[in-house]
């Protein structure tokens, strides 16, 4: 791979809900502005010769692909590794109370019936580093906001996942080269434990 360009899925109704979404079998879609940031995505990428795109299972993430790409021809392969964080019994529930237990939990704590943050983490990496030793040239990567924050992150030499990068832009390209996903890979390894 020479050229990453990673992306978080356009706004999606749990978005404007404000809850948190897990499961891929329960994701809702896009809203409609979330539409509308993925088909600006696709003026953004436009020019770009894109080899591949690799998406999450989610409906918001393959929407957004398929909005982003219009009527390209373009090899799309799923990597349910880039999914969103497996939220247990917290599945659902709004986005405040998923805060509310991330405040008075360690990263290594699993969420009840879920991941832990650092297995997410972990997760994430090991997707990453699939997609910089694919033979494509250039991969458009679209999956999640958790999962771009802490490529970003981590590539910068951040001694945390989640900063400084907070709050990831929908339907916004990341661009990474093949030695900066390689750093945001290790890092996130080394963070996560």
Not at 5 to 11: T, W, Y
Not at 127 to 139: G, I, N, S, T, W
Not at 146 to 160: D, F, H, L, Q, W
Request: proline share 4%.
């Amino acid at each position: 791979m020479r050229l990453l360009l990673l992306v978080r899925h356009g706004q999606s109704l749990f978005n404007v809900d404000g809850v948190v979404n897990g499961d891929p079998a329960l994701d809702r879609g896009l809203s409609p502005q979330g539409l509308a940031e993925a088909e600006s995505l696709g003026a953004q990428v436009a020019n770009v010769a894109i080899d591949v795109c690799v998406t999450s299972d989610f409906p918001r993430a393959l929407q957004t692909a398929a909005a982003a790409l219009g009527g390209r021809t373009v090899k799309h392969d799923i990597d349910t590794d880039l999914g969103d964080i497996r939220l247990g019994s917290l599945e659902g529930r709004t986005l405040d109370d998923y805060r509310a237990w991330k405040r008075v939990h360690e990263r290594s704590d699993p969420f009840p019936g879920g991941e832990s943050l650092d297995d997410a983490a972990r997760r994430f990496a090991d997707a990453f580093e699939r997609l910089a030793a694919r033979a494509d040239e250039v991969v458009l990567c679209i999956c999640h906001e958790i999962p771009v924050r802490y490529a970003v992150n981590a590539a910068s030499g951040s001694t945390e996942l989640d900063r400084p990068l907070h709050d990831v832009a929908n339907a916004t390209p990341y661009l990474f080269d093949s030695a900066g996903i390689a750093r945001a890979v290790a890092r996130i390894r080394q963070l996560a434990g």
